[in-house]
């Protein structure tokens, strides 16, 4: 784990504390049109005590925090605290890559569990920029992209 956090400077705001109690952390880039830019300023990480937390830029809501606005250390997220084997959605979702319904401004700031799949035990999920996949046990591959959802 700590090999890996090395590889991105946002990594470098994690309290040592936290570090030592991480089970896994997702780093993941954000279009930021102020900059126009890509960016690896972002992270989720859960606990071993299934705690959620967020950090980075959240430019369009994409840590769940309830608003939009940069943050530089861990935020606790309780929404996602202690939830298994659930499906959550949140930030930017002009594409229709989150599965919720469009709105005027296409992004949503707080995680909504997505209830679709709550029975269909995900055991793997992707997301992109304008799609997201997910894996179920019996190996169907579920695809919502451009406002378009369908199963394989």
């Given at each position: 784990m700590a090999t890996y956090m090395r590889k991105f400077p946002i990594c470098n705001k994690i309290p040592?504390?936290?570090?030592?109690n991480i089970k896994f952390i997702h780093v993941f880039n954000e279009y930021n049109?102020?900059?126009?830019i890509y960016n690896g300023y972002n992270a989720l990480i859960?606990?071993?005590?299934?705690?959620?937390?967020?950090?980075?830029?959240?430019?369009?809501?994409?840590?769940?925090l309830g608003h939009n606005k940069s943050i530089q250390s861990p935020q606790l997220i309780p929404?996602?605290?202690?939830?298994?084997?659930?499906?959550?959605?949140?930030?930017?979702?002009?594409?229709?890559?989150l599965g919720r319904d469009i709105v005027k401004d296409d992004y949503f700031m707080k995680p909504e569990n997505m209830t679709f799949f709550n029975d269909?035990?995900?055991?793997?999920?992707?997301?992109?920029?304008?799609h997201t996949?997910?894996?179920?046990?019996?190996?169907h591959v579920i695809i919502w992209v451009m406002r378009y959802t369908q199963t394989y």
């Open positions: 040592e504390t936290l570090k030592l049109p102020n900059t126009q859960i606990t071993n005590d299934d705690k959620v937390y967020g950090l980075g830029d959240n430019f369009w809501g994409s840590l769940g929404e996602l605290c202690h939830q298994v084997n659930q499906v959550f959605s949140f930030g930017d979702n002009f594409y229709g890559q269909l035990d995900i055991t793997d999920i992707s997301c992109g920029f304008a996949l997910a894996l179920t046990a019996n190996g």
